[in-house]
């Protein structure tokens, strides 16, 4: 997202920062960085814990900063449940030593400082000034940054910013008879792909099973019609989409299908299939895609795609959520959302701690890894 700055002062700045995030932060540390007056996004950081090296917590926020394309200067904003402290030299506000090793950090590295701000329930208040002073929190109320004219974004800014970074993480609401009908239709179909293998179907099956197991001899074909009705797919169409995510060859396939395109997914599956039969190498250009590299996805493709597998882990059985709610951590991070992906994989973790797709993610995330296309279009963190 690239947005004009228009903000006269500090408070007005504070007011578009939540637009620029797409949500209002809280316990977090929110970079922007920016080209000339144009703020591109807005990164978000938890905030730094003691155990964790303040000076290398500053580095590699500036790096992240620094990694989208163009940066010559920062803002940073600190969204903190802490108060100011008084003392008889004045206020101290929270994370002042962090914020100055942050903004000694960005100097060191020739980004200019085009703010340093924190809010508090008790207010807002500047880090660059002697004596800062707590303005009202009704001075810096949301608001949404234009769609045209003089202050134009190009992405996603208006609508309703008062949620947290972790708001709409939830899974869809679903009633006990839709996820009994799920679990009932996964057990058949799974009974009758394991006689279909062994050549004993009678004939007098389910048709529902039947179609669902006609679906699944075209795999791809199956993930590319799922993305044409996300949030309405009948209990064996979900059954046999969880079929294929417990199998880590078929839930690699749809991932790297949904990022690219049907013939991405087609070439991934031939790939994943060589590699298991003989153990030839998967081709470097579909193995970048699950390391956020090469061309960026297209993000309506995979909003979509994340309503699937969210819709999905609604209606799982438990031990069958693992794999959808992987994938929506990774699609989560593909479309730049690390703190949603972070949320669908503590969902895994309460599962099966040892799922090992989750285990990859968690390390990426853990290491400030974000995909190269992020910082590309510089979207909201």
Same mark, same amino acid.
């Given at each position: 997202m690239t947005t004009l700055l228009r903000a006269s002062d500090s408070a007005? =700045?504070?007011? $578009?920062?939540?637009? %620029?995030? /797409? !949500? #209002?932060?809280?316990?977090? $540390?929110? %970079?922007?960085? !920016?080209? /000339? *007056?144009?703020?591109?996004?807005a990164m978000r950081l938890d905030l730094p814990r003691d155990d964790v090296s303040l000076e290398e917590y500053a580095d590699a926020a500036v790096g992240l900063a620094l990694r989208v394309e163009g940066t010559d200067a920062v803002a940073l904003v600190v969204y903190t449940d802490g108060e100011p402290h008084p003392t008889r030299d004045g206020l101290v506000l929270p994370f002042a030593v962090e914020v100055d090793e942050l903004l000694g950090c960005a100097d060191d590295a020739g980004l200019r400082v085009v703010d340093a701000l924190c809010v508090t329930p008790a207010g807002w208040a500047s880090y660059l000034v002697d004596d800062p002073v707590v303005g009202a929190l009704s001075d810096i109320d949301a608001v949404a940054v234009p769609t045209s004219g003089d202050g134009a974004a190009d992405d996603e800014t208006a609508g309703d910013v008062a /949620?947290?970074? =972790?708001? &709409? #993480?939830?899974?869809?609401?679903?009633?006990?008879?839709?996820?009994?009908?799920?679990? *009932?239709?996964?057990?058949e179909l799974t009974e009758m792909l394991c006689r279909d293998k062994c050549g004993t179907l009678t004939g007098r099956e389910n048709p529902l099973a039947i179609a669902a197991l006609v679906m699944l001899e075209d795999v791809p074909a199956f993930f590319e019609s799922v993305l044409r009705t996300p949030d309405d797919l009948p209990p064996f169409a979900t059954a046999a989409l969880l079929w294929c995510f417990d199998r880590?060859?078929?839930? +690699?396939?749809? $991932?790297?299908?949904?990022?690219? +395109?049907?013939?991405? &997914?087609?070439? #991934?599956?031939?790939?994943?299939?060589? =590699?298991? &039969? #003989? /153990? *030839?190498?998967?081709? +470097? +250009? %579909?193995g970048q895609v699950f390391l956020g590299r090469g061309p960026a996805p297209d993000t309506d493709r995979l909003r979509v795609a994340l309503s699937v597998v969210r819709h999905a882990a609604a209606r799982a059985p438990r031990a069958s959520r693992t794999a959808p709610l992987t994938a929506a951590a990774w699609l989560s991070w593909a479309l730049g959302r690390s703190s949603h992906a972070g949320r669908y994989l503590e969902m895994v973790r309460e599962i099966d701690p040892q799922y090992g797709l989750a285990a990859l993610l968690e390390t990426m995330i853990g290491g400030a890894l974000l995909p190269e296309w992020a910082f590309r279009r510089g979207p909201a963190r």
């Amino acid at each position: 997202m690239t947005t004009l700055l228009r903000a006269s002062d500090s408070a007005g =700045f504070l007011r $578009i920062v939540p637009a %620029l995030a /797409g !949500f #209002t932060p809280r316990q977090s $540390i929110v %970079l922007l960085p !920016f080209r /000339g *007056s144009r703020a591109y996004g807005a990164m978000r950081l938890d905030l730094p814990r003691d155990d964790v090296s303040l000076e290398e917590y500053a580095d590699a926020a500036v790096g992240l900063a620094l990694r989208v394309e163009g940066t010559d200067a920062v803002a940073l904003v600190v969204y903190t449940d802490g108060e100011p402290h008084p003392t008889r030299d004045g206020l101290v506000l929270p994370f002042a030593v962090e914020v100055d090793e942050l903004l000694g950090c960005a100097d060191d590295a020739g980004l200019r400082v085009v703010d340093a701000l924190c809010v508090t329930p008790a207010g807002w208040a500047s880090y660059l000034v002697d004596d800062p002073v707590v303005g009202a929190l009704s001075d810096i109320d949301a608001v949404a940054v234009p769609t045209s004219g003089d202050g134009a974004a190009d992405d996603e800014t208006a609508g309703d910013v008062a /949620g947290d970074q =972790f708001a &709409g #993480t939830e899974l869809p609401a679903v009633d006990l008879a839709e996820k009994e009908r799920v679990a *009932s239709a996964l057990l058949e179909l799974t009974e009758m792909l394991c006689r279909d293998k062994c050549g004993t179907l009678t004939g007098r099956e389910n048709p529902l099973a039947i179609a669902a197991l006609v679906m699944l001899e075209d795999v791809p074909a199956f993930f590319e019609s799922v993305l044409r009705t996300p949030d309405d797919l009948p209990p064996f169409a979900t059954a046999a989409l969880l079929w294929c995510f417990d199998r880590p060859l078929f839930r +690699d396939v749809a $991932i790297a299908q949904w990022a690219t +395109d049907l013939a991405g &997914g087609m070439r #991934t599956l031939g790939a994943q299939l060589a =590699f298991a &039969g #003989t /153990g *030839s190498m998967v081709p +470097d +250009d %579909l193995g970048q895609v699950f390391l956020g590299r090469g061309p960026a996805p297209d993000t309506d493709r995979l909003r979509v795609a994340l309503s699937v597998v969210r819709h999905a882990a609604a209606r799982a059985p438990r031990a069958s959520r693992t794999a959808p709610l992987t994938a929506a951590a990774w699609l989560s991070w593909a479309l730049g959302r690390s703190s949603h992906a972070g949320r669908y994989l503590e969902m895994v973790r309460e599962i099966d701690p040892q799922y090992g797709l989750a285990a990859l993610l968690e390390t990426m995330i853990g290491g400030a890894l974000l995909p190269e296309w992020a910082f590309r279009r510089g979207p909201a963190r």
